[in-house]
């Protein structure tokens, strides 16, 4: 399994968007890997088993998330904000402002972009252009038809277009004018 944990954690931050949730879906994908590893049958493909039980774990948070009355954590409140918003971040003093806002300009449109898209869209993305899963391995791996993985791909790159286009306007790369594909 450990061979496998960089390309799990990436998913894994992807999906939640934050580092500690990402390593509380980790743990417990671990954790439940190792409760059932009895049921993994040798010789099959365990990146996609350990994905499939990664994808489980995320769907069940999700929807008990979704169920939960929202709250904020304190070191978000409004009392804080200032202090979080003027931290120092590690390398900054290295490069310019300039030299930082460019290197990351088309990163974190890309990165905003995804994290946007509705979950069910999000992780079939993230499983088959990130991770190069096959639509039968997500299909495996989320439950669902084929058919119903080949339409998210198809609906989240679209989405992915429109959102990635609306920030190529707004940053002058492209004139309203013009039209995308």
């Known amino acids: 399994m450990l061979p496998h944990v960089d390309a799990l954690y990436r998913t894994a931050l992807r999906l939640t968007r934050g580092k500690e949730e990402a390593e509380d879906l980790l743990q417990d994908t ?8 009895d049921r993994y049958r040798p010789g099959t493909n365990i990146r996609a088993w350990l994905f ?21 954590p304190l070191e978000y409140g409004p009392d804080s904000f200032l202090y979080n918003a003027s931290g120092q971040r590690p390398g900054l003093a290295e490069a310019s402002a300039e030299e930082e806002v460019l290197s990351r300009f088309a990163e974190e449109d890309v990165k905003r972009a995804v994290e946007e898209l509705p979950p069910q869209f999000r992780l079939a993305v993230l499983l088959a252009d990130v991770e190069g899963f096959s639509y039968k391995e997500i299909a495996e791996m989320t439950g669902t038809k084929i058919g119903t993985v080949m339409s998210r791909i198809s609906r989240g790159r679209k989405l992915l277009q429109r959102a990635l286009w609306g920030f190529a306007q707004a940053r002058g790369y492209a004139s309203k004018g013009d039209r995308h594909g």
């Open 30 to 37: 671990f954790l439940k890997a190792y409760r059932f590893f």
């Open 52 to 72: 499939r039980i990664l994808t489980n774990s995320y769907i069940n948070k999700y929807r008990r998330a979704a169920a939960a009355p929202p709250t904020t």
